[in-house]
């Protein structure tokens, strides 16, 4: 095949060109606000700003009780189904009203414990969760838009609603830091699913409402049994990823400092970013692709395809990070975190090691294989902590970053123990 001709046909290169624009976009708008958050509110703020955007990660997850993956997948399946998109969005819209009432009873009466729990005793960070609560609504509706466009692979539409986002978000940011310090960075986190729910409302609506039909869209429960797996997987672990993610912070503080508790968030953030060069691809791409396959040779045939393209690609972005790590700390933020480069080596073998595994790991999402996808996950949070907890007394912070690459070993030698008879053998059904 000549090469124009596979760019033209091939999904996975369209996808990844139009995620590798936006991700340099996205690294460019994130060196402006690591550097204002580096300047005025230091490690010490970037931990706790670190900690508001795991408690924001689970509420964006819950507020549609963790169907996100199931949206996208049966989007995907049902796209030219009307009927079935309207029941669809019928029970998304129930849970999500019952996900809204019950999180805000969480956030708003819940907030001294909260702020007790996650910035400690001698911050009063309370009117922050007060916030948040109200703005869950808008979580729930930003994760309906995501889900529906990842569904329909509309990489085009997606790309350019979230660099307006990207954007918009930035300025909200700098000028709410610049103005208000950390207490203004927490605002902002807290707010800005509202500015994205615009942004989404803007740019997506044609799309949105054409497989969306308000009227078409009735209280009703039809969807309840497909989408409960999805949300039993996605709630289970998103919650104890993020506890996971605020105890290590508050771990390091105690047993180190608050400051290098902002160095690992730092790396955290750093990692977060080269990664999106491959986050898209799963939803995107992957998750409705491995939906629709149905047997052993195809899912075989399909993952050789993701890694052909994508593993070279990532070992020399990875490589050519760790090249340059100083300058990219100093870039991004001050000469204090240059105390971080030596987290790198082991943070990007564990990134790494972690697409290598979570390629496979997700066909458990695909076919809805719930109790294979929260063993997993629950069994990677449970050793990160561990390790974390052992090696920290003896390397310090870097301790943490080895127990992440030994981590994400240990997990993909259990996904491939758990799918080896899809690997093995002769072809079978899924």
């Not at 509202?194 to 989404?200: A, E, P």
Request: include cysteine; charge should be positive; hydrophobic fraction near 55%.
């Amino acid at each position: 095949m000549k090469l124009p001709g596979f760019i033209k046909n091939n999904l996975l290169f369209k996808v990844t060109s139009a995620n590798a624009f936006l991700v340099f976009a996205k690294m460019g708008f994130t060196l402006i606000t690591q550097k204002v958050l580096a300047i005025i509110i230091g490690a010490e703020g970037i931990a706790l700003v670190g900690n508001l955007k795991n408690v924001t990660a689970f509420f964006e997850k819950f507020s549609v009780l963790g169907t996100s993956n199931g949206l996208v997948k049966y989007v995907a399946e049902y796209k030219d189904d009307k009927q079935k998109l309207n029941q669809l969005f019928s029970t998304t819209l129930l849970f999500s009203t019952a996900a809204a009432l019950l999180s805000f009873c969480i956030l708003f009466f819940g907030a001294s414990f909260l702020n007790q729990s996650i910035f400690g005793e001698t911050r009063d960070f309370k009117l922050i969760f007060k916030i948040l609560a109200f703005v869950i609504p808008f979580l729930s509706l930003n994760a309906i838009v995501n889900a529906l466009l990842n569904g329909l692979s509309a990489y085009k539409i997606f790309t350019k609603a979230t660099l307006v986002i990207v954007v918009v978000n930035t300025v909200l940011i700098v000028g709410f830091t610049y103005k208000l310090g950390l207490y203004g960075s927490l605002v902002a986190v807290a707010i800005i699913p509202i500015v994205q729910f615009i942004c989404y409302i803007v740019i997506t609506f044609k799309t949105s409402f054409t497989y969306i039909s308000l009227k078409g869209v009735t209280l009703n429960l039809s969807f309840k049994n497909k989408l409960l797996p999805y949300s039993l997987m996605t709630i289970v672990v998103v919650l104890f990823a993020n506890i996971n993610e605020i105890a290590i912070r508050r771990l390091i503080e105690h047993k180190i400092s608050i400051a290098d508790s902002g160095y690992w968030t730092a790396m955290n953030s750093i990692s977060n970013a080269y990664m999106q060069f491959t986050a898209a691809i799963f939803p995107l791409y992957i998750l409705p692709r491995y939906a629709r396959i149905t047997n052993t040779y195809n899912f075989r045939k399909e993952v050789k395809h993701i890694y052909k393209m994508l593993l070279p690609l990532l070992i020399v972005g990875l490589f050519l990070v760790f090249l340059l790590k100083q300058q990219i700390i100093t870039l991004l933020y001050t000469p204090e975190f240059l105390e971080m480069s030596k987290y790198f080596k082991w943070q990007l073998l564990g990134d790494l090691v972690k697409f290598t595994a979570f390629v496979i790991a997700y066909q458990f999402l695909a076919k809805k294989q719930t109790t294979n996808f929260i063993i997993t996950e629950l069994f990677s949070v449970i050793v990160f902590y561990m390790l974390s907890v052992y090696f920290i007394d003896y390397y310090g912070t870097e301790g943490v970053v080895i127990a992440h690459f030994i981590r994400y070993i240990l997990y993909f030698l259990v996904v491939l123990f758990i799918l080896r008879k899809s690997f093995v053998g002769v072809n079978r059904a899924l």
